[in-house]
């Protein structure tokens, strides 16, 4: 399926769209005296369940929200082609910089934290991109010059993707400029290139944010496989008898940079579940084998699965996204991380971890510590691998509750489903610690005031809450979200805030572009 092209002036455009088309474009007239070409839009994401584990190439629920980033785009026809960057939002300054000559890529520098190193992500993948496609155009040639406004409103290092958002706009815009007429990108390919993106900038990241801001459809959750192949299938919410599904998006305004934090947070996890796999492989006498692009390029938990049961069971294929073979082997695989790694909940020394996986601390070093780098006292094996396993066997249990259950009420789906939520906030807290004291706060107000299901979304540490609530229920929970959180936490919080900080959301259309 296409990337899909809308015109500005049609009816049928989402509405955030109409509203914030003229926005954009009247931000780039002010900007550069002319009118843009076009829109390239993505939008924001929530992940229902499955937190921390599309890197170990297991399956999530998020769906593409109505917050969204666009650039409005000038395709510029001169000698020394340059990229001009703008953005609506003043703290982000203007920026410009030559495109090479020859066709080379634009260096990034992920050590600086600017604005228009996410840019130039976007950029270099659909550089990359443009050269696989049409390697005569591209190979020794510049990529075309451009001026570009960018207009956002996913709020920044809360959980829900605005780099995901950004880097997939910049993404499509580079494509389309650069291919003119002949024009033509499938979100499967727009997904594939944007997935890497971030790890230009030092983030180790997997999968799932792309794909949703790529695959987003109005009124559809997503459901993302990573294995065998990288697919998104949209699917409603079961029609209920008396009363609708909402999601109610919190946020804690506790800001995630992670820049700063990736070592000591995101990276850091990356890297334990990675050694967990390892560490796992060598105990029960297998070799990991990946494919396709790893995170440390090591084999993660699915590949342990999937090695595991090619040794020792008679059904020795690879897991192909089956439900029910999924539950069976998930639930395998949490009593062999409790027979396993049960024994040293106090976590492993960089010594003990390079034992249990038969090197010397160098290569363990050398391997695992310095592409991404990260800080810790002990790597917590145990406490992650299981979180990958169980949170992995709760998007399955997740899904069917969605797509094959019948229910005798609405309420029996609302615990069915919010119960599996608070399993996975449990879980991210006390396995994972990636919560924090006003995420945790925040859930247990909404649980108590109508939500049937809270968590955080997303990375963590901060950032976004997500909650599944009947929708007669939104304005309670909303009410005591404000007086019993926000009014307490941020006595000096404005209706504005107020009205940023928590997002009712539908399920929205994801990356397109709009013809002006
Ligand atoms: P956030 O921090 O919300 O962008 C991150 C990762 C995801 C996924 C989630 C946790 C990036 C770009 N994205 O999301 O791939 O691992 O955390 O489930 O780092
Ligand atoms: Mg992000």
Not at 78 to 103: C, H, M, V
Request: glycine residues 6%; hydrophobic residues 40%.
């Amino acid at each position: 399926m296409s990337v899909p092209e809308l015109k500005a002036g049609d009816k049928n455009i989402p509405t955030s769209l109409q509203t914030r088309c003229p926005e954009v474009i009247k931000g780039f007239e002010a900007t550069y005296g002319a009118k843009p070409d076009f829109v390239a839009r993505s939008p924001g994401r929530v992940n229902l369940i499955g937190e921390h584990i599309d890197y170990a190439d297991f399956s999530v629920l998020p769906l593409a929200i109505d917050v969204d980033m666009l650039c409005a785009v000038k395709v510029l026809d001169e000698k020394n082609p340059s990229i001009t960057l703008s953005n609506d939002d003043k703290r982000f300054a203007q920026r410009k910089f030559d495109l090479p000559l020859d066709g080379s890529f634009v260096t990034i520098d992920p050590s600086v934290s600017d604005w228009s190193n996410y840019f130039k992500c976007g950029l270099h993948v659909a550089h990359e991109f443009l050269k696989e496609i049409a390697p005569a155009k591209f190979s020794n040639a510049p990529l075309a010059g451009l001026q570009v406004y960018c207009k956002g409103n996913v709020p920044t290092g809360s959980g829900l993707s605005s780099s995901a958002a950004f880097i997939c706009a910049v993404a499509l815009a580079v494509i389309k400029a650069n291919m003119g007429e002949s024009y033509h990108v499938s979100k499967k390919d727009l997904t594939r290139i944007t997935v890497v993106a971030e790890h230009y900038v030092g983030v180790n990241n997997g999968g799932m944010d792309q794909a949703a801001s790529v695959c987003g459809e109005e009124d559809h959750a997503l459901y993302v496989e990573f294995k065998p192949e990288l697919k998104a299938t949209a699917f409603k919410f079961p029609e209920l008898k008396n009363d609708d599904v909402s999601f109610v998006i919190a946020n804690t305004l506790v800001v995630s940079n992670k820049f700063e934090t990736a070592p000591t947070n995101y990276n850091l996890r990356v890297v334990e579940v990675t050694a967990a796999a390892n560490v796992l492989a060598n105990k029960f006498g297998v070799v990991l084998k990946h494919v396709g692009a790893s995170n440390l390029n090591k084999g993660n938990l699915r590949d342990f699965m999937n090695a595991y049961y090619a040794r020792y069971h008679n059904t020795p294929e690879p897991w192909d996204g089956d439900v029910t073979t999924g539950i069976e082997r998930l639930t395998k695989m949490v009593e062999l991380v409790e027979e396993a790694l049960g024994n040293k909940k106090e976590g492993f020394t960089v010594e003990e971890t390079a034992a249990a996986l038969n090197c010397s601390k160098e290569e363990f070093t050398k391997d695992y510590l310095t592409t991404y780098p990260v800080r810790f006292q002990v790597l917590k094996l145990y406490q992650r691998a299981r979180h990958v396993y169980t949170e992995a066997l709760r998007v399955l249990e997740a899904l069917k509750v969605m797509t094959g259950t019948k229910f005798d009420s609405d309420e029996d789906f609302f615990k069915a489903f919010g119960g599996l939520m608070n399993q996975s906030q449990a879980s991210c807290d006390k396995l994972y610690e990636c919560s924090c004291p006003e995420t945790d706060k925040i859930c247990e107000i909404a649980l108590g005031s109508g939500s049937y299901g809270s968590r955080l979304t997303g990375a963590g540490w901060g950032g976004c809450t997500v909650h599944l609530v009947p929708s007669s229920s939104v304005e309670s929970v909303k009410k005591a979200l404000i007086n019993d959180f926000y009014k307490v936490k941020y006595p000096n919080i404005t209706d504005a805030e107020l009205n940023d900080a928590i997002i009712v959301s539908k399920p929205a259309l994801g990356s397109c572009l709009c013809e002006l």
